[in-house]
């Protein structure tokens, strides 16, 4: 069992910034994939970046160059630097990692509320 830690969720105007935090607790199997993921009301939960145990990245096309997914291999910790927010990018928060197991093992955190106001 694997739970999941965030932080760093608020309000902020548009056009600011926020960075996420999300710390697991120590696994004996190791963590693989770690990443963050978002749902507005009335809107599936969809991928916002990921990060592969080797650093590899991936983003949706929407937070592009706006948003830095980073981790922590040491500490079990995945950030989520957010730049330029808009008020699309109003949403809960969910950072997730996925165990080195067959079939995989995802956790889930309990989310954290980002609001960005215009």
């Known amino acids: 069992q694997v739970q999941l830690v965030e932080s760093g969720g608020g309000l902020v105007q548009a056009g600011g910034s926020l960075r996420l935090s999300c710390a697991a607790s120590r696994s004996m199997i190791p963590i693989n994939r770690m990443g963050w993921y978002r749902q507005a009301p009335g809107n599936q939960r969809e991928l916002v970046a990921g990060?592969?145990?080797?650093?590899?990245?991936n983003y949706a096309d929407s937070v592009k160059g706006r948003f830095t997914i980073s981790r922590d291999n040491a500490q079990n910790t995945v950030f989520l630097q957010m730049n330029r927010l808009t008020p699309e990018d109003t949403a809960v928060y969910y950072c997730?990692?996925?165990?080195?197991?067959?079939?995989?093992?995802?956790?889930w955190g309990q989310g954290t509320q980002v609001t960005v106001s215009s």
């Open positions: 990060i592969s145990g080797r650093g590899n990245t």
């Open positions: 997730n990692a996925v165990l080195v197991t067959i079939p995989e093992t995802t956790y």
